[in-house]
């Protein structure tokens, strides 16, 4: 049988809302610079506490995952495609934060549909 667009988005949607851990090497905000046509990618750091949230190192505070939060990123990471930002964080960057496989394949899908989005002019809103 033959999957259609909506049988994909029906799996992708589903599989959105699985419990992860969350990678104490820090995560990434991504965004498009449209004017520029790149993607972006800001690193901020965390720690992560004992009931598995993320925590500000600076404040001890916990980072909630909706919403505007006001944070430093550490880096800005900008390519133009999703391989190009994917070789700058992980392949030439000796210091990766990145600590979790499942972390890395998260960042390489979303870099994925970023670019689709930049090409296509979509808009692009992160899982």
């Known amino acids: 049988m033959k999957q259609t667009v909506t049988d994909f988005k029906a799996i992708d949607d ?3 809302k699985r419990h992860i851990d969350l990678d104490p090497g820090g995560y990434y905000i991504i965004y498009l610079d449209r004017e520029q ?5 800001k690193h901020f750091t965390n720690i992560i506490n004992e009931k598995g949230l993320a925590v500000d190192p ?3 505070k916990v ?6 939060v006001n ?3 550490e880096t800005i990471f900008t390519a133009r495609t999703a391989k190009e ?5 992980i392949e030439d960057d000796k210091s990766c934060p990145i600590t979790m496989l499942d972390h890395a394949a998260y960042l390489g ?3 994925m549909r970023a670019e689709y989005a930049l090409i296509s002019g979509e808009e692009y809103i992160q899982d």
């Open 14 to 16: 589903q599989l959105s």
């Open 37 to 41: 046509g790149l993607i972006c990618a």
């Open 58 to 60: 600076e404040t001890g």
């Open 63 to 68: 980072i909630a995952a909706r919403g505007k």
């Open 71 to 73: 944070r430093t990123s």
């Open 85 to 89: 930002l994917c070789v700058k964080i």
């Open 109 to 111: 899908r979303e870099f």
